[in-house]
């Protein structure tokens, strides 16, 4: 595509807002908020070997989980972005105890609130694979003008009003979802912006890969054990054995199965009841956009965008991606339940 053919970020979203004549544009303009707080992350992360911030922190987060130097510089800076943006009235993120309430008069007036996973794939970060950044929209449901409250962060996926991921993979790529489409744009380095590169992205109805931590195959329930034997099962009519493909980075393993059809599954097991994925920064704003796309996201039981948040940091089972694939997993898990 030549230069002066690039729709970027902000050209896309204005002209989107612009369908909508009750639109204010404080939607377009948090995603450019948050566009920033990518590009400024994916600074970071692409000379992450030559300054000193490969390697671990030295602290844990609420989680019990080890931070890397990388979570905490991500972390702030999408802290800091979000706090000069003048549409975010407060955050919540993995890698803090509590929801951050901004408390100038712009923040107080502004309709939403911001959930991140500053960097996911933490452990990938060291060996130079994929790694993301994971955020969600809500508006909020405390009173204009005042400071937000843990309630504007504990609605449920489905009051989502956009949700999105930034990859650091082989390119820098943001991906977002409204309910209405998901597009995918890709940052062009000469220029600074994230441009269209991947309009309307459907994920495929059926697929041929499926993605899960299979080291904890002994933990699963005998349901799950027997999908995956089926996923390995030679079966030339059905297309099978099907293809593992396991990164480890939530982001990079979904970019992959919204693309190219898929699924991905975090389940729970004898150790983990509850899996181990959160379902504020990384179930529920992945739900949001593979479901945008056409597929289907279940904690086994319902659909993971119908689940009552009770806590900021809870984890979910998930079972997300082609629907097909999901519907099979779903079927064969309950099988035997
Ligand atoms: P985070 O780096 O944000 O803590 O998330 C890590 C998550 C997720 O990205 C990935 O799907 C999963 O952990 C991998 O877990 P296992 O190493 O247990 O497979
Ligand atoms: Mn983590
Ligand atoms: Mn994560
Ligand atoms: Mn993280």
Redesign the pocket.
Known sequence: MLQGQLITLDEFTIQETRKFPQATGELSSLLRDIALAGKIINKQVRKAGLSDILGKQGTSNIQG?EQMKLDVIADETLIHVLKNSTDCAGIAS?ENDDHVSYEDTFSANSKYVVLF?P?????NIDVNASIGTIFSIYRRVSELGTTCTEADFLQPGNKLMAAGYIIYGSSTMMVYATRLSVNGFTLEPSIGEFCLSHPNIKCPENGKIYSV?QGNMNKFSDGLKSYLEYCMEVNKEEGRPYSHRYI????G?LHRTLIKGGLFM?PADKSSPNG??RLQY?CNPMAFIVEAAGGIASNGDIDILDIMPTELHQRVPVYIGSKKMVEKVLAMAHAKD
């Open positions: 989980e993995e996973d960097l996911d794939g933490s452990s931590n480890g980075s939530m982001v393993d975090y181990k994925l990384e």
